[in-house]
């Protein structure tokens, strides 16, 4: 199998799905000619033109909602929303309208929106350019949650997303766009919602990892089996659906469990996942739920901050032996 | 005047309907002081005209969204009574099985693509199905019905602009009734005639008598030309008064004294129908009849209504996304 960036798996999952289906279509700010300001979209514009790969005014209520609008009247559009931070500025209409169309009306709305965004810190960019905002949305009802962490993850999970019916945020992390891995070429190449991958297989201990953090935990494995310790590691791949089955079975298997994600640590999607392991597999577990995240603070510019802040594969290595040495 | 223009088939449609919407209204506001009703009314008494007049320049498959004082987009663009009471008394038997209420109703069949319980929230999502008319080049446009309240919102800002730039086929068509819940338009823009604002992005800006029916078929259907020629949007502002509170309840401390009967004395209704007795087209005798069908037909909404069950409980669970994933958590 051929490898490619995370960011070419990406685009040609967006490319397959435009050319299978006229009624998708791009559209968002820079996507264009610029070809994304993350150069996803990039040499999309020659292929689909501008009707189809489309430069926005900035505008994120409106590049949402136009989304929803032309999702109800049976397009399949994608749209990316260039930072997570900027998400709020279209906030009402995920929270308010995609996410409940479905429901309010009855069951008889259709939204196939994708909606393409950024998470995660790249480095120096701050406060409002550096939030993992996934489990802000986790709280509404109605929206799907996919949180690729590989780049066969992105294409068959944004393959899905944009062949479904739902709403889903498909958050992309900035630092994971050149990383490399194999892709499948099937053009008809899909992964279901809903299903975790257990990336490492262990005994020890599972580390429930989100996006950038797979990789990080796959060093901190590494590194813990030259000290004997044998490490799980899974990854839910969408947080909305959550596959609590492959984590309770993993848990039941290692009796120990530690979540790390890069959002902040309060009420980020750990919470989420501890709840569901103490109401459903607390009988298995030795210690307790440890969650790894950002400190609860707004992300600092310089650098020495920001890593301070930012959880790194040193803290899930001193949590794995915090918890395997208890 | 009505005689040369238009058919009997449209005056008798617009009669029929705007006494229909005043008359749901009525209904709506009775049941829901009776307890059949259990939620939010905010009516639109008054404003007949706009809601009717405007639906009835569409076609069947132009589509309108919809704002919390919708029940009159809804019955003008085709909408059942009878689903719609059923809907307000929380039935499933309702347009959204119960589950969204007054503030939410949506028929896609119809090209309701509902109201909306958030204020501007209608404006990108009009947008979008007027980009998708004009990508897969069909001959239909978006109506987003607003009020003056709601061109305050981001949401017009950023919709206006696009729809301009891509001149999208939309109307924008804001039925200003001089308040903004319960503060009067102009304590919440510096101008009043807000049909200006529509030059800030390139397209045109009309007013228009929001109580004359006539005048607002014929504004929208122009928009509509407009649209449908590649010309994009246009703004319509109807200048028009809702009758009753923001919502059911309201105490209605706001309004200047003696400002509800001066508009009274214009009532759309009575006003249209004076000017088909005028007309000549029509006798009492006629529209005594068209009037008694209307209340027949709310007899039978609101008899359906009273009589269709309650949801399952277990409905609440179902339909919130288009499948479901056994097991597991959502």
Redesign the interface.
């Known amino acids: 199998m051929r490898e490619l960036t995370y960011s070419e798996a990406v685009r040609e999952a967006m490319s397959e799905e435009m050319r299978r289906d006229p009624s998708t ?1 791009l559209m968002g700010e820079d996507v264009a000619v610029f070809g994304g300001v993350w150069g996803v979209s990039e040499g999309m514009l020659a292929e689909f033109g501008e ?2 790969v489309r430069d ?2 900035i ?1 994120e ?2 590049i ?12 399949r ?1 994608i749209v990316e929303i260039m930072f997570g931070d900027f998400l709020m500025c279209g906030g ?2 995920i929270v ?2 995609a996410a ?11 939204v196939p929106l994708t909606i393409r965004v950024t998470t995660g810190a790249p480095g120096s960019a701050a406060a409002q350019h550096s939030q993992s905002p996934e489990s802000w949305f986790m709280n509404v ?2 929206i ?1 949650i996919a949180v690729p962490a590989t780049p066969a993850d992105a294409k068959g999970l944004l393959k899905t997303a944009v062949r ?3 709403p889903v945020l498909f958050f992309e992390h900035k630092m994971l766009y050149g990383e490399t891995g194999s892709v499948p070429e099937d053009a008809d190449f899909t992964l279901p ?2 299903q975790a991958s257990v990336v490492r297989e262990g005994s020890d201990v599972t580390i429930i990892a989100i996006s950038i953090m797979v990789r990080k935990a796959l060093a901190a494995a590494d590194l813990l089996a030259g000290e004997g310790i044998s490490v799980e590691v899974i990854d839910p791949r969408t947080l ?6 492959t984590l309770i079975q993993s848990v039941a298997k290692t009796s120990r469990v530690i979540i790390a994600h890069e959002a902040h640590l309060r009420s980020g999607p750990g919470a ?1 996942i501890a709840a ?1 392991l103490a109401e459903e597999a607390v009988e298995y577990l030795d210690g307790p739920v440890i969650r790894i995240g950002a400190k609860n603070v707004p992300l600092p510019y310089s650098p020495v901050l920001e890593n301070f802040v930012l959880p790194g594969t040193e803290d899930i290595v001193a949590a794995v032996r915090l918890l395997v040495r208890r | 005047m009505d005689k040369q223009t238009y058919s009997p088939e449209l005056l008798t449609h617009l009669f029929r309907q705007m006494t229909l919407v005043r008359e749901f209204e009525l209904r709506a506001i009775a049941e829901r002081r009776g307890g059949l009703i259990p939620g939010f009314i905010h009516s639109c008494v008054g404003q007949e005209a706009t809601a009717v007049a405007a639906c009835a320049a569409l076609s069947q498959q132009d589509v309108i969204t919809s704002t919390h004082r919708g029940h009159g987009h809804l019955l003008g663009k085709g909408g059942d009574p009878k689903y719609m009471m059923a809907e307000l008394a929380g039935r499933s038997a309702g347009y959204c099985l119960g589950r969204g209420g007054s503030l939410h109703i949506a028929d896609f069949n119809l090209g309701i693509l509902g109201a909306n319980g958030i204020v501007g929230g209608g404006f990108p999502i009009a947008a979008g199905a007027a980009l998708a008319f004009q990508m897969r080049k069909e001959a239909r446009v978006a109506l987003a019905f607003f009020g003056d309240g709601a061109i305050n919102e981001g949401t017009f800002h950023e919709s206006a602009n696009l729809a301009g730039l891509w001149r999208l086929p939309v109307i924008f068509f804001c039925e200003n009734n001089l308040y903004g819940e319960g503060t009067p338009q102009h304590k919440q823009a510096p101008i009043t005639d807000l049909a200006r604002r529509a030059d800030g992005y390139g397209f045109p800006g009309v007013i228009v008598d929001g109580n004359d029916a006539i005048a607002v078929y014929e504004a929208t259907q122009e928009a509509r030309r407009r649209a449908l020629a590649g010309n994009g949007p246009t703004l319509i502002e109807a200048k028009t008064y809702r009758f009753r509170g923001h919502y059911e309840g309201d105490p209605q401390v706001y309004r200047e004294p003696g400002e509800l009967e001066a508009w009274q004395a214009r009532d759309p209704v009575p006003a249209f129908r004076a000017r088909l007795l005028a007309s000549g087209l029509y006798d009492e005798a006629q529209l005594a009849e068209i009037e008694a069908s209307v209340q027949a037909q709310l007899d039978e909404a609101v008899a359906f209504a009273a009589a269709a069950p309650a949801p399952a409980v277990e409905e609440a669970l179902q339909g919130i996304y288009a499948d479901t994933h056994e097991g597991l958590v959502f």
Do not use: C, W, Y
Request: glycine letters at 18%; hydrophobic letters at 40%.
């Open positions: 279509f009707e189809r926005t005014p505008s209520a409106a949402i909602g136009a989304g929803l609008g032309a999702a109800l009247v049976g397009m559009p009402d209409q308010n309208q409940k169309a479905r429901f309010m009306s009855g069951g008889k709305a259709h009802p109605g799907k479904g019916a739902d919602f809903g909305v659906p959550l596959d609590k089955e989420e569901v």
